[in-house]
C-alpha cells in the first residue's frame, strides 16, 4: 500500500479527538537473517503513517539478500457488533483515528504499551502487554482488554487478546485482523509492491491466508488464528469476486473501506483467492504491470468471539514472517515441530518452576512454566498441525 497520501483523501480528515501515538520496540533479538523488530502500539497494531508516509520501525531481514526491511504498511484489527457497532483497533492518525474509521464506539487506554526482555534473556524487549476497553453509549458494549504481543524465533509475533464482557448481557462479535503489506524485491522500486501474489491454504485444519513476493521464498507471510475463524481473505486490489453481485465490492488497497463498511470481510469474499477462486490456491505466477492481477494486495482473518454477561474469551492471530505457512496451530507445540508429542511434554518438564528466558516453552504466556503450561500440552497431546 505505498501509495500517495492523496489517492485517499479522506484519510486525512482527523477527527477532533486526541490520537497521540505510543509506541514501544519489541524483537526476536536475532541479529542477522530474519531479525525481526516492531513497533507495536496498546491496540497489538504496527503501522506506518498514513498521515506522513513515514516507516514506524517495523524491521524484517529475510534469509539471504535484505529486500523487505520494512514489509508491513499496516495491521490492526477492526471489531464489529453486527452491523450496530464497530471500532478499528489501531491508534495510527490515518486509520484508527481517521474519521472514516471513527466507528461508534469509545476504545480507552487503561495501561501501556509496556515492553518487557522475557523470552530470551537477551537484552532486547520481546513482549509488549497493554490494557485497554472498548464501550458504547448504551451499555450494551463493554468489553475490556488484556492485550500480549509477543515476537519470538525465529520470526513470527503471537497477538493474543483477552477479553471480558463487563456489559449485563451475553454479546456476540468480530474481530478482523487485516494486514496489508508492501513487497518488493532489491532492483525493482517501489512501484511494484502491487505485484504481490495472494493465497488460501489450510493448516491445522482451518484456512489461513498468506501475501508472498512472486519468485522469492524468503518474501512470504501468512497470518492465521489459533481460534475457529469465519474465514480469510486474500486480496487483489480492483478484483472483483462476483461483479453481477451488487453486493459484492471490488477488491480494495486493505486498510480501504471495504470490510469496514460491510462489517466484516464481504460474504464473497469469504475463503476466496483473488484472481484463482475459493481457496485453498494462489493468486497467480506472474503479474505484468498494467494488466490484470497487478495490483496492491493484503490479506485477512476474520474470528467470532461470543461472551456470556461476565465471562470472557481469549482470542489469538499469529503472524508469520518468512514462511508461506503458519509458525503454529497450537501453542502446545512448544517446539514448532507441528504435533503436540513427547518432546514438548519434556521440553515443559525440564523448564518447570521457572521463569524467564522460556521462550515457547512458557505456552500459556503468562510468565512462568508451571501446571498451566502442562495441562495445555497434556490437553492437546496428539494433535497435529
Not at 448504551?138 to 482488554?145: A, H, I, K, P, T
Not at 512462568?368 to 492437546?380: K, N, T
Request: aromatic fraction near 12%.
Amino acid at each position: 500500500m505505498k501509495r500517495g497520501i492523496g489517492i485517499l483523501g479522506f484519510l486525512m480528515a482527523i477527527s477532533a479527538v486526541s490520537h497521540a501515538q505510543t509506541l514501544v520496540s519489541i524483537g526476536n533479538g536475532i541479529s542477522g537473517d530474519t531479525r525481526l523488530v516492531i513497533p507495536v502500539d496498546p491496540y497489538g497494531a504496527w503501522y506506518a503513517d498514513f498521515t506522513t508516509g513515514a516507516n514506524r520501525g517495523e524491521f524484517y531481514d529475510p534469509v539471504g539478500t535484505l529486500a523487505a526491511d520494512y514489509p508491513t504498511f499496516a495491521t490492526g484489527t477492526y471489531l464489529f457488533v453486527g452491523t450496530s457497532y464497530r471500532t478499528a483497533l489501531n491508534q495510527e492518525p490515518g486509520w484508527g483515528g481517521s474519521s472514516s474509521w471513527a466507528g461508534n464506539l469509545t476504545r480507552t487506554v487503561v495501561s501501556g504499551p509496556t515492553a518487557s526482555n522475557y523470552a530470551y534473556n537477551d537484552g532486547v524487549n520481546d513482549t509488549a502487554t497493554s490494557r485497554f476497553s472498548v464501550t458504547s453509549g448504551d451499555g450494551v458494549v463493554n468489553l475490556s482488554f488484556d492485550t500480549l504481543v509477543a515476537v519470538r524465533r525465529t520470526s513470527h509475533v503471537i497477538v493474543r487478546y483477552r477479553i471480558t464482557n463487563n456489559a449485563a448481557s451475553a454479546i456476540s462479535f468480530k474481530l478482523y485482523r487485516v494486514w496489508d503489506l508492501d513487497l518488493f524485491e532489491p532492483g525493482e522500486g517501489a512501484s511494484f509492491y502491487e505485484d504481490d501474489e495472494v493465497c488460501g491454504g489450510v493448516y491445522g485444519g482451518q484456512g489461513y491466508a498468506v501475501q508472498r513476493e512472486l519468485g522469492n521464498s524468503a518474501l512470504q507471510f501468512s497470518l492465521s488464528s489459533l481460534n475457529p475463524i469465519n474465514g480469510y481473505a486474500a486480496a487483489k486490489r480492483t478484483h472483483n469476486p462476483n461483479p453481477s453481485d451488487p453486493n459484492c465490492p471490488a477488491m480494495g488497497y486493505g486498510t480501504d473501506i471495504q470490510e469496514w463498511n460491510a462489517y466484516g470481510i464481504p460474504a464473497c469474499w469469504l475463503n476466496y483467492v483473488a484472481y484463482f477462486g475459493a481457496g485453498p490456491g494462489c493468486s497467480g505466477s506472474s503479474f505484468t504491470q498494467g494488466q490484470p492481477g497487478f495490483g496492491d494486495a493484503h490479506i485477512g482473518v476474520e474470528v467470532p468471539v461470543s461472551i456470556a454477561a461476565g465471562g470472557s474469551a481469549e482470542v489469538i492471530f499469529i503472524h508469520t514472517y518468512g514462511s508461506g505457512r503458519p509458525a503454529t496451530c497450537n501453542l502446545a507445540d512448544v517446539n514448532l515441530d507441528g504435533i503436540v508429542d513427547d518432546a514438548d511434554l519434556l521440553a515443559v518438564l525440564f523448564a518447570f518452576g521457572s521463569s524467564a528466558p522460556n521462550a515457547n516453552v512458557d505456552a500459556n504466556l503468562d510468565g512462568v512454566v508451571d501446571d498451566a503450561d502442562l495441562l495445555l500440552v497434556l490437553f492437546s497431546f496428539g494433535s497435529t498441525c
